[in-house]
């Protein structure tokens, strides 16, 4: 289904890979994985043809359809969204106009072939899900949770989450040949991520998704494909399997590298040594060698996430207490919220998508105002906030300059100090914040963070683009953090060992 060559992919200084390959087989369900700024959104880019490659080719079978789950594509505002749903079956539309106008052209002509032509197009109506294709949606709206928004709901009013979940839903309505998914989850609620779970489970297609949801891709996965040391490597099995494999292979390579190294400075000094004396002759032939020597990647300097949160001393009992507190924008979202939190209580807030979870958040550090009721932080509550948007004032600004207009009085050295606690390396530091990836964005959030003193951190999404290793180390900052800790995630796994209390807003 898709053959990727000797892909090579540059972005300045930074090589994405050297002399990628890839191979997907019809009915395989791969996972890419990597860590942040690996390269796999850039490659899913190559894939679609949005972006060309430095070198290398991408072949897919003819006449093969490929659908992306491109989450910022342009759409008609007006259309409502059962509308935009149908346009899924498009293909299917033009095939009942086509019979319609068929079967007019024959009653003017009674040309038998064009009885025979409407016949054709009729079976293969029949033989799909056309004339279930009202029901057919109504069971992928249910599934994704896009039924609650009302199908009669233009574009035009929803949230940048509502809309990608009904671009997903529009996606597998079209039930292409290929899949191409990157982060399918991210505006999800735990209930229909078990849904699109199943889904995909039952997939006959073919598939390659990108998710940083460890639990979501292992269920869903017959290879993993992860980048790492500018090379991919396919393995077969779900992600635990691979994951197993992954690290006896790359114990292996470090022993290679190191080897390689260890014999390349040896050469190199013996070279040093002897190039002007009376075994120069010796020398040049082992510099030839050298040069013939196909050069390990060296292993990625990627820096280790030290997160850690600065805590500024409160005296309270209570950390938050709301009253009869209505959310919404023209209407409210939600019931009145009676809500109380001890000061100190680490608190998951989880419900369907569009609920309101992002709303009350908003409501909360004043970004958006109560329709009625109200709520109280004691005196001297600082907030430190994260959120889930990856929107950026000046997005040509590189994290450096981002963090230096915040906080004037920090030094260059404290501040890259920041950056590489929050698991960005060095080299991103002077990188322009959009031509970073989702993971990259959110370090440069969690470094800011990290940058001021509070004693409430309230967080919307915060794994939703990174790895594995900043999402552990996540944890334990939550867990050692003295102050009171509101997150809202749509990865149970992610904070069942460190909330006290989790508050399901559908109840």
Known sequence: MLNLTNITQQFGEKVLYENLNLQINKGEHVGLIGQNGAGKSTLVKIITGELLTDEGQVEYPKNSKIGYLDQYVQVDEQLTIMDFLKTAFQEELTKEQKIVSLYTEYSETLED?????????????????????????????????????????????????????II???LLLEKPA???????????????????????????????????????????VTHVADIE?????????????????????????????????????????????????SRSTIAKSRQKQLDKVQRLTPPAST??????????????????????????????????????????????????NGIGKSTLLKTLIGELSPLSGGFHFPENTIINYFSQELSWENPLATPLQYLSDLFPKATVKELRRQLSRAGLANQLAQEPLRLLSGGEQAKVKFAQMTMQKSNFLILDEPTN?????????????????????????????????FVQRVIDLQE
């Open 113 to 165: 072939k064009l009885l025979e032509k409407a016949g054709r197009l009729q079976t293969e109506l029949d033989q799909g899900d056309f004339y279930q294709m009202e029901t057919v949606i109504q069971e992928m709206a249910t599934g994704l949770g896009i039924d609650v928004l009302g199908l009669d709901t233009r574009l035009e009013n929803l949230s940048g989450g509502q809309r990608s979940k």
């Open 168 to 170: 997903l839903a529009k």
């Open 178 to 220: 290929m899949l191409v998914l990157d982060e399918p989850t991210n505006h999800l609620d735990d209930t229909h991520v078990q849904w699109l779970t199943q889904f995909l489970q039952d997939f006959a297609g073919t598939f390659l998704v990108i998710s940083h949801d460890r639990h979501f891709l292992n269920a869903i």
């Open 229 to 277: 040391f500018g090379q991919l490597t396919k393995y077969t099995g779900n992600l635990d399997q691979a994951l197993k494999q992954k690290e006896v292979n790359r114990e292996s390579y470090l022993r290679q590298y190191a080897a390689q190294k260890r014999q390349i400075e040896k050469t190199e000094a013996y070279i040093r040594k002897y190039k002007a004396g």
């Open 303 to 352: 820096a280790k996430p030290q997160i850690v949160f600065p805590y500024q001393e409160i005296v309270t009992t209570f950390a938050l207490e709301t009253d009869q507190l209505e959310i919404g924008y023209d209407r409210p979202l939600l019931p009145p919220i009676d809500l109380s939190l001890r000061y100190g209580e680490k608190v998951a807030i989880r419900g369907f």
């Open 465 to 497: 683009h990174i790895d594995q290793e900043t999402k552990e180390n996540l944890q334990q900052s939550f867990e050692r953090f003295a102050g009171t800790v509101i997150v809202v995630s749509h990865e149970p796994g992610f904070y069942d060992d």
